[in-house]
């Protein structure tokens, strides 16, 4: 659900082709240490079924697997069968690595940004976000 809405929300003046990784974090309640994450790179297709049944492909492969579904909580409660065990919902942390590709010549004119002259030159940069996990009552 996380990789399709990502893809459903990037929009123009932005292009999801450019997405690099994405990563799926466990965090800290602060969102400043990372416990464990997926990350998906862009290429490829990953099919996922939903908790209704039905199937979503996105455009990511798998490249690391340190923070699957099922060791995901989302119980108010905590999750004592988890491995650790939690006692409240889970921190996630989404980051999303984007190269942008500049599409005139200003990478060449402004040399600090990665310039080349060929108009062909990118911009990496990562955004990142934490929130809690939605409980389950």
Request: hydrophobic share 30%; proline share 7%; net charge neutral.
């Amino acid at each position: 659900m996380i990789l399709s809405s990502i893809e459903g929300d990037i929009g123009a003046p932005s292009d999801k082709r450019e997405i690099t990784q994405i990563q799926i974090q466990r965090t800290n309640p602060s969102g400043t240490t990372v416990y464990a994450n997926n990350s998906y790179s862009r290429s490829g297709a990953t099919t996922c079924t939903l908790s209704d049944g039905t199937t979503v492909t996105v455009p990511y492969t798998a490249t690391g697997t340190g923070y699957p579904p099922s060791q995901r909580c989302n119980v108010l409660g905590g999750c004592p069968s988890l491995t650790p065990a939690r006692t409240t919902v889970d921190t996630i942390g989404i980051q999303i690595d984007y190269a942008y590709a500049y599409r005139t010549p200003i990478g060449a004119i402004m040399n600090l940004v990665g310039g080349g002259g060929s108009g062909t030159s990118t911009f990496a940069f990562s955004q990142r976000n934490a929130f809690r996990m939605e409980p389950q009552l």
